[in-house]
């Protein structure tokens, strides 16, 4: 898959649900890393040709297709309270 951009802050993984990459200045947030045995791999490898590190992730909402490869990224992940029991 490629990755898409978005403008000079923001690239797109497609997926379903695709995953937003928001780009900082210490690095990216990734946004809703998604599901799948490879998942976490291509979206290190895609941060990595960006020549970012991933500082964070955060998920929209704790349905397995949007949080599941989030424990296989060192990254902290954010998720509203209210979700955590759901994720």
């Known amino acids: 898959m490629a990755l898409g951009r978005l403008g000079d802050s923001a690239h797109l993984y497609p997926g379903s649900p695709a995953t937003l990459i928001g780009v900082f200045d210490e690095g990216c ?45 060192n990254a902290p992940l954010f998720i509203h309270r209210f979700e955590f029991s759901i994720a």
């Open 29 to 73: 947030v990734l946004v809703d890393p998604d599901q799948g045995s490879g998942r976490h791999k291509d979206l290190k490898r895609e941060v990595r040709k960006l020549g970012l590190d991933i500082k964070s992730q955060l998920v929209t909402h704790g349905h397995a297709d949007h949080v599941s490869v989030a424990p296989k990224i």
